[in-house]
């Protein structure tokens, strides 16, 4: 399959069987993160190679509780080229200083 966009509908080879799923992320060009509807999980994310998706057109059964699962999802770090930790905060907001340092006693 060519370059996957995000929240395009594919279908996942996995261990012979081919599940609906929609991309949430292509961090890499080895790797994809999917949405997908396990059985006895619900929806959750894999990552799978971009050789093992197909590209599908037609709406599937599970694909709304997919896109549900994407939009509780956050997507923070993502564009540009740097980390995703860095944009991120820095820790909890309620602890801005470190500790002050503490006296022997004397």
């Given at each position: 399959m060519e370059q996957t966009t995000d929240l395009e509908r594919?279908?996942?080879?996995?261990?012979?069987?081919?599940?609906?799923?929609?991309?949430?992320?292509?961090?890499?060009?080895?790797?994809?993160?999917?949405?997908?509807?396990?059985?006895?999980?619900?929806?959750?994310?894999?990552?799978?190679?971009?050789?093992?998706?197909?590209e599908r057109t037609e709406a599937g059964p599970d694909d709304r509780a997919l896109s549900m699962l994407i939009r509780r999802t956050w997507q923070g770090g993502r564009g540009g080229s740097a980390p995703s930790g860095a944009g991120a905060t820095r820790g909890q907001d309620g602890h801005t200083r470190a500790a002050m340092h503490r006296t022997t006693g004397k």
């Open positions: 594919v279908k996942v080879a996995d261990r012979g069987r081919e599940l609906d799923g929609i991309v949430f992320d292509a961090p890499s060009k080895s790797k994809v993160t999917v949405a997908v509807m396990d059985p006895t999980r619900g929806p959750v994310f894999r990552t799978a190679h971009p050789n093992t998706l197909t």
